[in-house]
């Protein structure tokens, strides 16, 4: 059980991870688009929209670089949930007071035309799907070739070979 556990955790570290990086190498060549994006949003004032625009796809190669290294992958994973929950705040958000805009998840953003439909729903469901990857990355061992496991950072959350289906010495399961 333990494997198979470790196993679902390499694909959701690799899921979030992958997509995230994607994102931010994306954007991170156009940074005036990914400005435009989150200006779309009317949720910040334009110099801080231009702050998070500039800053957003740094964070997101260096979340996605970490969580597919598999270092540093619990706090890794509580920023990309941290992420998640904004995204998803701020398509709600827009959603909500009738903005048509494109998310700028993958480059792009701004508004759409009167004939496009922008998709909140499956940009929704596609964010509450990685945020759900995060939390079970934040709650379950790092997964499979991962540097924390090989560098000892994994502490008590990834049992070791000898350990096997066995409970940890304070009782809890490590799966």
């Given at each position: 059980m333990v494997t198979a556990l470790s196993w679902v955790t390499t694909v959701a570290r690799l899921v979030l991870g992958v997509s995230l990086f994607v994102a931010g190498a994306i954007k991170i060549g156009a940074p005036a688009v990914s400005v435009q994006a989150v200006k779309a949003y009317e949720l910040l004032p334009d110099t801080l929209a231009t702050v998070v625009g500039h800053g957003l796809p740094i964070v997101e190669i260096i979340v996605g670089i970490l969580l597919v290294l598999g270092l540093l992958t619990r706090p890794s994973a509580v920023v990309g949930g941290v992420l998640m929950v904004a995204f998803i705040v701020g398509i709600s958000s827009a959603w909500a007071r009738g903005l048509r805009i494109d998310c700028g998840c993958f480059g792009g953003g701004g508004t759409v035309g009167?004939?496009?439909?922008?998709?909140?729903?499956?940009?929704?469901?596609?964010?509450?799907?990685?945020?759900?990857?995060?939390?079970?990355i934040v709650y379950k061992p790092p997964g499979r070739f991962a540097m924390d496991s090989a560098l000892g950072?994994?502490?008590?959350?990834?049992?070791?070979?000898a350990d096997g289906d066995e409970d940890d010495e304070d009782g809890s399961d490590t799966d």
């Open positions: 009167a004939d496009q439909d922008p998709g909140y729903i499956w940009e929704l469901l596609r964010d509450a799907g990685f945020l759900l990857c995060a939390a079970w950072l994994a502490g008590s959350r990834e049992p070791g070979p």
